[in-house]
């Protein structure tokens, strides 16, 4: 750091800016249809409940195109299909040959991967280099890792014998679209299973566009059939014929849909929300720990169920921490998420800006502190300032409930004890981070947290062969690696 | 010369909770019957206040029974059989009272199930957990973990070894358990709890309630402070009920496969892995 850099950086005046010449990513890659029928037995059909709605880019507020809304009679022939699918086709073909299947999808991403990666900002609001850095090639790398696990299932469980369950409904979130469809297909197709798969309302396209590239590998028809709407179309799903539910997304809906499927015998996976605690020790490499805390809270708008939402600082680093914090906060920029530039882009919808507002009207009436940086939001689409908020209290709302937006809560602690037990003082447990220079600490650390990620020196990192998942209210089972299988498997001694 | 018959000195039937012996805060007790109608005398009959005490007496446990090392875990649940052996004719006594075809067979199995279980405890790491090739400079690693509280709907029937087979796999990755009793026949569940008393499990590793299941069993699923609960034992139409009760603070449900206990396929490392958690590490490497 510069002194002039750390002049700006301790009087919290916004350091020198440099102007940045636009760079928008081209939307000409993009070929959108006015509208889409759902994706059912290998083709795209109109809709028998007649209902469509409109998704738009949250960036522009602008419509993009006409979504079919599937009701509970499209979603039992979308369950039909799949049925139909496994029954006579997947279920008894090799794991060698659905291998290849999923090897074509995976290399027809990576083909097609820029166009995915518009797309979904387009549809999302995520920031291109996101979309096209993380999300996509995330997702080609999850289709790549399960089509290998295909023909080897049987060296995953000593002492079982591994076979599909049959049709598994998936339900998916709108924060990662297109990685979250690769999550839940590509395991399940892998062990054998076929998937009606449900995008979420405000981000459809991708999965839709999925579709086409499901017809390019010739899969069989209804192997992966996709069906559009919204909560709605998604409680018919679990209440329909499938016999397991996966479901990404809130806690709320979580608990509604292991209600909904009590008694079924249904399995059941659920990876749900969030309030991970990023731990920074008074010995971390604090300019490496900054970009970890910025990435862990801002990466996708803070759209992110293991974002580390609660920084807790060990008390002698926490002016300096929190000087450069609010340094690099000046430097986020944040608008046009089409623009290669743009660090923090437009809140996913309507609905969503308005949750986080509230969240953080509570946050300045229970008395904490809020510091937002200037920058100029665009005047049309759903937008939010990166919000640090200090003063917090643990019982502060914006300390425990998941806020799912860029707003970052902070707290201080003394010892490593005080440290784990205020990072495990939530009902959730999907995530932690830990920075120290000291690996012993990283460990015992690891050790303590009741969280089913824990990432060290880093943050938000992701690997198709990592398993990833909750304890206690954020869910149960686990994607990602071989941990990933069992819960689209049954295991018969 | 006179003689004198001794009085026998009976036992009372009483709950296990947190390493104490207390009756039901509620004063109620039921009798039990043996199979051939005569009564066995009374056992606890626990309250909801009963089944709290023992989730707190477990919460109490929790951090220190996981944090042991795997090889002690594995040491004291192995003493367990030990000293199973020692009290195998009261326990026989009581299988054949509650009517067990072979008392003796089933003794055996239960000692031998907690030998096999306790055997585990420092090997599930390697066999279910492990380190995975992430891209990137990191060494990404995967372990299981103990789910924390898990509450456990113990088999009606084979009243020693049902309790035995769902319990010791609970325990051996660092669980600790409130268990229901069979509820028709709850004294081999008892005498299990005083043969845990003197062994070297420590208080409220193991809490074991006596009573009715249909009445216990709601206010251990709606519990939020279990992770997980094990229904093998509860009756079919009571499980849509404790699976949305299970719901409010996400709590794993288990049912075991249905299989003869005496089975080899009754043990299973899979039935340890009902009540884990996996947790992945990402350990920046570099020089």
Known sequence: ?493 | MTTEARIPVRRTAKLFIGGAFPRSESGRAYEVFAKDDRSLGWAARASRKDLRDAVKAARAASVAWAGKTAYNRGQILYRVAELMEGRRAQFEAELADAGAADPRRGVSAAIDRWVWYAGWADKLAQILGGANAVAGPYFNFTVPEPTGVVGILAPLDQALLGIVSRTAPALVSGNTVVVVASEPHPLPAVSLGEVLATSDVPGGVVNILTGQVAELAPWLAGHMDVNAIDVTGAPDDLIPELETLSAENVKRVHRAPDVDPFDDAAQSPYEIAAFLEYKTVWHPMGA
């Open chain 1, 1 to 493: 750091m510069t002194d002039i850099e750390r002049a700006a950086a301790t009087t919290l005046t916004p350091r020198p800016s440099w102007d940045y010449a636009p760079a928008p990513e081209s939307t000409d890659i993009v070929r959108l249809q006015d509208s889409y029928g759902l994706f059912v037995g290998g083709e795209f059909v109109e809709p028998k409940s007649g209902k469509r709605f409109t998704t738009i880019n949250p960036a522009t507020e602008e419509p993009l195109a006409e979504i079919a809304e599937a009701g509970p009679e499209d979603v039992a022939l979308a369950v039909e299909a799949a049925r139909s699918a496994h029954d006579q086709v997947w279920r008894d073909l090799s794991g060698a040959e659905r291998a290849k299947y999923l090897y074509r999808i995976a290399r027809q991403l990576q083909e097609r991967a820029r166009e995915f990666a518009v797309l979904e900002t387009m549809n999302g609001g995520k920031p291109i280099k996101e979309s096209r850095d993380v999300d996509l090639p995330l997702a080609a790398a999850h289709f790549f890792y399960y089509a290998g696990w295909a023909d080897k299932l049987e060296y995953a469980f000593p002492g079982r014998s591994p076979g599909p369950i049959g049709v598994a409904g998936q339900i998916i979130p709108w924060n990662f679209p297109m990685l979250m469809a690769a999550w839940k297909l590509a395991p399940a197709l892998a062990t054998g299973n076929t998937a009606v798969l449900k995008p979420a309302e405000t981000t459809p396209l991708t999965a839709l566009l999925l579709a086409e590239v499901i017809q390019e590998a010739e899969l069989p028809p209804g192997t992966i059939n996709i069906i559009t709407g919204a909560g709605e179309t998604g409680a018919a799903l679990v209440e329909s014929g499938v016999d397991k539910v996966a479901f990404t997304g809130s806690t709320d809906v979580g608990k509604r849909i292991r209600r909904a499927t009590a008694g079924t015998a249904k399995r059941l996976t659920l990876e749900l929300g969030g309030k991970a605690a990023n731990i920074v020790f008074d010995d971390a490499p604090l300019d490496q720990a900054v970009e970890g805390v910025i990435n862990g809270i801002f990466f996708n708008q803070g759209h992110v169920c293991c974002a580390g939402s609660r920084l807790l600082v060990q008390e002698p680093v926490f002016e300096e921490l929190m000087d450069k914090l609010k340094a690099r906060l000046q430097t986020l920029r944040v608008g046009d998420p089409l623009d290669k530039n743009t660090d923090v882009g437009a809140i996913n919808s309507r609905q969503q800006l308005r949750k986080i507002e509230e969240l953080v009207a509570s946050g300045i009436d229970e008395g904490a502190e809020i510091y937002q940086p200037e920058c100029v939001l665009p005047e049309r689409g759903f937008w939010f300032r990166p919000t640090l908020f200090t003063g917090v209290s643990q019982s502060h709302r914006i300390a425990r409930e998941e806020i799912f937006g860029p707003v970052l809560s902070i707290i201080t602690f003394r010892t490593p004890d005080e440290a784990v037990e205020k990072a495990n003082n939530t009902p959730y447990g999907l995530s932690a981070g830990v920075w120290t220079e000291k690996g012993s600490r990283i460990l015992w650390m690891a050790e303590r947290m009741r969280a089913g990620v824990v990432w060290a020196n880093t943050f938000n990192r992701f690997d198709p062969a990592s398993p990833f998942g909750g304890y206690k209210e954020s869910g149960f089972g686990r994607e990602g690696g071989m941990h990933g299988l069992e819960p689209y498997l049954q295991l018969s001694p």
